[in-house]
């Protein structure tokens, strides 16, 4: 079978967004509304703009930012992948320990997948079996680092990109990607966003010419290492060889503006690169304590015991990894009410869990209406919006703002000002659409929301919330400049939507729940920016282990 080529079309209807949103996010309508531009580049001079941004959890009370630039700029990337992969995929594949070599697909969630962290630890003892020590490092903030400049360079060649510089070039064609980037977030030349499937390849490109740089550097002395986005462990049979190893690659780094990690750069004995302290011991405990013929004290006690872990490592994982769990063994049935209050317990007391407890509750409340405590999760859901809305982040927000939805209740003024002060695009965006069907209690919410669009409202940092306002016919006539070139325009012309109102959980469209009632609540979805339990810049933490191997 033929691999799948990039496609400016997937990478705008499927690689867009953040990973994990509520399902009411989409952008599979967006191309119907980009095709008329035609097949050439829209990014020109005049078209700038600054990503959306998207506060959302990670494990261990740590946060991630995702960049969401406008759709124009990432159609742009797309075509740039799209007529110049033949050039570029070489030098991918020529990175002989990348884990994390783009794979672009038709059908799924994205366009882009790689190698999903669960898959890193057989990786990692079928190359090193043979080693004794372990050079462990990444790159230090990488995204937000990355200087735009360096594309050409890897690309190209740094002295090829130097001599010539323009955009237009034919030559050193990957001044284009430069431009384009650059144009995205307000002409800045360091960092691209986190998030679009167009940065995971940009990354790797950068990152293969770095992976060139560094086995150069080694010369006849080969060096064996894995590499997943800008993680790095690389093999040594001594102490000194892998010192050498990391002043090789700190070397091939700086030539690209990036550095180590130092806090996170150790040398270590292989045995700690295979061992996997994840503490999994519970989910047999889960299991048994949950299912048919058990004492019910029993789960009672399991659950505590796993909260007080969770507490005591500030590893709210845990507890995510748990509620996966008994999802995937569908236990939810036979003490739910105890369940429910352990999931309230969690939004509460482990943001991380947000969108986990989110997803459980209004699958449960879809099937069985009557056996969720709709009182009490309206409660926790306003609690949490204000909360994290307080705090700017966005992910508990927008998953609770959600729930509340599902819910059929209402989002207070006291709430939504929070939001309207603190709080993304996006969660703004959803709380338009939330108002629209007079699910929020501020009468004077329409003018609050134009008010929080500023300068370049097409495609500055707030244009989901504009294109929304424009969608619902709210928004301000002033905002479409009939100057501006048309990939700026066309989406808001054209009264375009990121959000559907009426979707469903995804997992009700699982295409083997022909009876409508799905048995579990949590769909699978890509999670290559920290939406799993062992995110991929915390190689100090345990990572997840396959279920399925667990028993």
Same mark, same amino acid.
């Given at each position: 079978?033929?691999a799948?080529?990039?496609?400016?079309?997937?990478? %705008?209807?499927?690689?867009?967004?953040?990973?994990?949103l509520p399902p009411v996010?989409t952008?599979?309508n967006l191309?119907?509304h980009l095709?008329? @531009?035609?097949g050439?580049?829209?990014v020109?001079?005049?078209?700038?703009?600054e990503?959306?941004?998207?506060?959302?959890?990670?494990r261990?009370?740590?946060?991630?930012?995702?960049?969401?630039p406008?759709?124009a700029?990432i159609?742009?990337?797309? !075509?740039?992948?799209?007529k110049?992969?033949?050039?570029?995929?070489?030098?991918?594949e020529?990175s002989?320990g990348?884990?994390?070599?783009?794979?672009?697909?038709?059908?799924?969630n994205?366009?882009v997948?790689?190698?999903?962290?669960s898959?890193l630890?057989?990786?990692?003892?079928?190359a090193?079996s043979?080693?004794k020590?372990? !050079?462990?490092?990444?790159v %230090?903030?990488?995204?937000?680092? @990355?200087y735009t400049?360096s594309?050409? =360079?890897?690309?190209?060649?740094k002295?090829? %990109?130097k001599?010539?510089?323009s955009?237009?070039s034919?030559?050193?064609?990957g001044?284009?990607l430069?431009?384009?980037?650059?144009?995205?977030?307000?002409?800045?030349t360091?960092g691209i966003a986190?998030?679009? +499937?167009t940065s995971?390849v940009?990354?790797?490109?950068?990152?293969?010419a770095?992976d060139?740089?560094?086995?150069?550097?080694?010369?006849?002395?080969?060096?064996?290492?894995?590499?997943?986005?800008?993680d790095?462990?690389?093999?040594?049979?001594t102490?000194e $060889?892998?010192?050498k190893?990391?002043?090789n690659?700190?070397?091939?780094l700086? /030539?690209?503006?990036?550095d180590i990690?130092?806090?996170?750069?150790?040398?270590?004995? *292989?045995?700690e690169?295979?061992a996997d302290?994840?503490?999994f $011991?519970?989910?047999?405990?889960? @299991?048994?304590? !949950?299912?048919?013929?058990?004492?019910?004290?029993e789960?009672?006690?399991?659950?505590?015991?796993m909260?007080?872990r969770?507490t005591?490592t500030n590893? +709210?994982?845990?507890i995510?990894?748990?509620?996966?769990?008994?999802?995937?063994?569908?236990?939810w049935? #036979?003490d739910w &009410?105890?369940?429910q209050?352990?999931?309230?317990?969690?939004?509460?007391?482990f943001?991380?869990?947000?969108?986990?407890v989110?997803?459980?509750v209004?699958?449960?409340? #879809?099937?069985?209406?009557k056996?969720?405590?709709?009182g009490? =999760?309206?409660?926790?859901a306003?609690?949490?919006?204000t909360?994290?809305?307080?705090?700017?982040?966005?992910?508990?927000?927008i =998953?609770? !703002?959600?729930?509340i939805?599902?819910l059929?209740a209402?989002?207070?003024r006291?709430?939504?000002?929070? *939001?309207?002060s603190?709080?993304?695009?996006?969660?703004l965006?959803?709380l338009?659409h939330?108002?629209a069907?007079r699910?929020?209690?501020? #009468?004077?919410l329409?003018?609050?929301?134009?008010e929080?669009?500023a300068d370049?409202p097409?495609?500055?940092?707030?244009?989901?919330l504009?294109?929304e306002? @424009?969608?619902?016919?709210?928004?301000?006539?002033?905002?479409? &400049?009939?100057?501006?070139?048309?990939? *700026?325009?066309?989406l808001?012309?054209?009264?375009a939507?990121?959000?559907?109102?009426?979707?469903?959980?995804?997992?009700?469209? $699982?295409?083997?729940? &022909?009876?409508?009632?799905?048995?579990?609540?949590?769909?699978?979805?890509?999670a290559?920016?920290?939406?799993?339990e062992a +995110?991929?810049?915390?190689e +100090?933490l345990? /990572?997840?282990p396959?279920?399925?191997?667990?028993?």
């Open positions: 079978m033929a799948v080529q990039p496609s400016a079309e997937l990478f %705008a209807t499927k690689g867009l967004l953040p990973e994990n996010f952008t599979r191309w119907a095709a008329p @531009i035609g050439a580049y829209g020109v001079a005049k078209v700038v703009g990503a959306a941004t998207y506060n959302a959890s990670k261990g009370g740590q946060r991630r930012i995702f960049g969401v406008h759709p700029f159609r742009d990337a797309g !075509l740039f992948y799209e110049h992969w033949p050039s570029l995929l070489p030098q991918v020529a002989s990348s884990v994390s070599k783009p794979i672009f697909q038709i059908a799924g994205r366009h997948r790689i190698t999903p962290h898959e630890p057989r990786i990692r003892l079928r090193f043979r080693f020590y372990c !050079l462990i490092t990444d %230090a903030r990488f995204f937000p680092s @990355i400049h594309f050409p =360079w890897a690309i190209n060649g002295r090829e %990109a001599t010539d510089s955009p237009q034919s030559a050193v064609f001044n284009r430069d431009f384009i980037l650059r144009n995205s977030q307000s002409r800045q360091v986190v998030g679009p +499937d995971k940009a990354s790797e490109l950068l990152m293969a770095v060139r740089a560094f086995v150069r550097r080694s010369g006849r002395a080969r060096p064996t290492y894995v590499r997943h986005v800008d790095y462990w690389i093999a040594g049979n102490y $060889e892998c010192e190893h990391l002043q690659l700190r070397a091939s700086r /030539e690209f503006e990036l990690n130092e806090g996170k750069t150790k040398i270590v004995s *292989m045995r690169v295979f302290d994840w503490p $011991e519970f989910d047999k405990e889960i @299991i048994a304590s !949950l299912e048919p013929g058990s004492n019910p004290n789960a009672l006690g399991v659950l505590t015991s909260i007080e969770a005591t590893d +709210d994982g845990l995510r990894h748990a509620i996966r769990v008994i999802d995937e063994r569908r236990l049935s #036979r &009410d105890l369940l209050h352990f999931l309230a317990q969690c939004a509460v007391q943001p991380h869990t947000t969108d986990y989110a997803r459980v209004a699958w449960r409340h #879809r099937i069985y209406p056996q969720v405590d709709v009490l =999760w309206n409660e926790v306003t609690l949490t919006v909360q994290n809305a307080s705090l700017g982040r966005d992910s508990e927000a =998953w609770a !703002l959600w729930l939805k599902e059929g209402k989002v207070p006291t709430t939504s000002d929070l *939001m309207l603190n709080s993304g695009s996006l969660v965006a959803w338009a939330m108002h069907k699910m929020t209690t501020d #009468r004077r329409w003018s609050k929301l134009r929080v669009v370049n097409l495609a500055g940092s707030a244009w989901p504009s294109l306002l @424009i969608h619902l016919e709210k928004g301000d006539a002033a905002w479409i &400049d009939g100057s501006l070139p048309l990939a *700026m325009r066309i808001h012309e054209q009264k939507s990121i959000i559907e109102w009426s979707a469903r959980p995804r997992v009700f469209d $699982e295409p083997d729940d &022909d009876d409508d009632m799905p048995d579990f609540a949590i769909e699978d979805y890509g290559d920016y920290g939406g799993s +995110d991929e810049d915390e +100090d345990p /990572e997840r396959d279920f399925d191997d667990l028993f």
